[in-house]
């Protein structure tokens, strides 16, 4: 990822940068993003694998700071076409602010 949508960035380190969603479907709506570009989930090699250990320990400290860590919040990596995967970069969807049910 380029910095191809100017956005405010709410966390970045050298691997990982967290930024709201474009298009949110809830209240909070960020995306954990790895800087390294792996196209999905399932193309990471299993010298990668300890990146997604890091994107959770992220997405926990962001939901903390956005104050909904405490009411809960989910993480989703799709990864595919067929799951929902639009963007062929490795990202997490961190959620919350509202109730959440299955449908999102």
Known sequence: MAGEIPTELLYQD??????R????ITPVHLL?????????????ADAEMPLVGKMVKVAN???????????????????GAEAGQ??????MHLMGG???DWKH
């Open 14 to 19: 050298e691997d990982v940068i967290v930024f």
């Open 21 to 24: 969603d474009i298009n949110p």
């Open 32 to 44: 954990v993003v790895t800087r390294k570009h792996i196209p999905s989930l399932a193309d990471m």
């Open 61 to 79: 400290r962001v939901a903390r700071e956005q104050g909904i860590a405490e009411s809960g919040y989910r993480v989703t990596i799709n990864s």
């Open 86 to 91: 639009i963007v062929p970069h490795l990202h």
């Open 98 to 100: 509202r109730h959440l």
